[in-house]
T-cell receptor, first 108, second 115 residues
Framework: AQRVTQPEKLLSVFKGAPVELKCNYS??????LFWYVQYSRQRLQLLLR??SRESIKGFTADLNKGETSFHLKKPFAQEEDSAMYYC??????????FGQGTELSVKP | NAGVTQTPKFQVLKTGQSMTLQCAQD?????MYWYRQDPGMGLRLIYY???????DKGEVPNGYNVSRLNKREFSLRLESAAPSQTSVYFC??????????????FGPGTRLTVT
């Protein structure tokens, strides 16, 4: 079965601390993975996609096929990073499968 | 350029009532989607339309119907609302068929409560 798992509902860190939001997937074949973010009172929007190998707002995510993971990382969290983060997998049927989401809270 | 718009923003229904959620996009996108967002469950795809004139079921289509009225508009209908349909509904669109190179753009959401 194709599935995306985000094991943490809530992740709370202090400003300046490193942050890692975990994402594990189940998929047969070459996965295409994304991170979407929803800031308070804003729309869900794309943060980054693994195929681009880009860093957005200081966040990076590396696809680890051996561990079937696509964890989102940032070395120094900022208060403005507080948001809901969703990991998503594009499946063969042309649909996005979202994880349950992780709420990141960055405290001053 | 408003992007993806949804109406209404909020709605309260009684069990058994019907209603239609409206979605429109002004980006000339081919594909449109309806999701529901529930606590602890993330976003789940209800229906999608890869192109004008086509619709397909997603993960949780039961209790819903959709209409791709034209390229811009994609509506979601609840024929007989149930409390289990209490959720936040998001519409999204993307430039082409669902492919990795095409980002999905989301609307602001409709918060629906069924009592």
């Amino acid at each position: 079965a194709q599935r995306v798992t985000q094991p943490e509902k809530l992740l709370s860190v202090f400003k300046g601390a490193p942050v890692e939001l975990k994402c594990n997937y189940s998929y047969s074949g070459s996965p295409e993975l994304f991170w979407y973010v929803q800031y308070s009172r804003q729309r869900l929007q794309l943060l980054l996609r693994h195929i681009s190998r880009e860093s957005i707002k200081g966040f990076t995510a590396d696809l680890n096929k051996g561990e079937t993971s696509f964890h989102l990382k940032k070395p120094f969290a900022q208060e403005e990073d507080s948001a809901m983060y969703y990991c998503a997998l594009y499946n063969q049927g042309g649909k996005l499968i979202f994880g349950q989401g992780t709420e990141l809270s960055v405290k001053p | 350029n408003a992007g993806v718009t949804q109406t209404p923003k909020f709605q309260v229904l009684k069990t058994g009532q019907s209603m239609t959620l409206q979605c429109a996009q002004d980006m000339n996108h081919n594909s449109m989607y309806w999701y529901r967002q529930d606590p602890g469950m993330g976003l789940r795809l209800i229906y999608y339309s890869a192109s004008e004139g086509t619709t397909d079921k997603g993960e949780v289509p039961n209790g819903y119907n959709v209409s791709r009225l034209n390229k811009r508009e994609f509506s979601l209908r609840l024929e007989s609302a149930a409390p289990s349909q209490t959720s936040v509904y998001f519409c999204a669109s993307s430039e082409g068929p669902p492919r990795v190179s095409y980002e999905q753009y989301f609307g602001p959401g409709t918060r629906l409560t069924v009592t």
